[in-house]
């Protein structure tokens, strides 16, 4: 046992010192629950929804005017062929070639361009995206 002396400083002790919570490192303060981490998730996931559809709308209507502006090419060489040649129908290999008025003919989305031209008459590519038809009138 301890003695009368020792024992109340022992309870002095234990009184004047106030109860003090001892609270983990900032360390453990640091991170993100699950719920946010999932909350955040589904927000992207609502912007990435909301988005796409807007991207391929952009990509579609890109993708259209690439093509419009060949058909507008293919038109005008097709005129200049006219004009040269005096012939009112000229075929694809008449206009697109190394030595033609257009060099190359690049595609853009897996359209098919017509084979042959008529004078005063539009042109038709179809297949694009092998969804798509777009026409030039001339």
Known sequence: MISGANAGTLMAA???RPFIMKF???AAYRGFTLVEIMIVVVIIGLLATMAIPAFRRVTDASQDKAILNN???LSSAADQYFLESGISTAGL???VGPTQYIKSLNTIAAEVYPTNYTQATTITVSSVAGT????YHM
Not at 132 to 135: A, K
């Open 71 to 73: 058909a507008r090419q």
């Open 14 to 16: 234990r009184v004047a």
């Open 24 to 26: 983990s490192s900032p």
């Open 93 to 95: 290999n008449d206009l």
């Open 132 to 135: 798509r038809t777009i026409t």
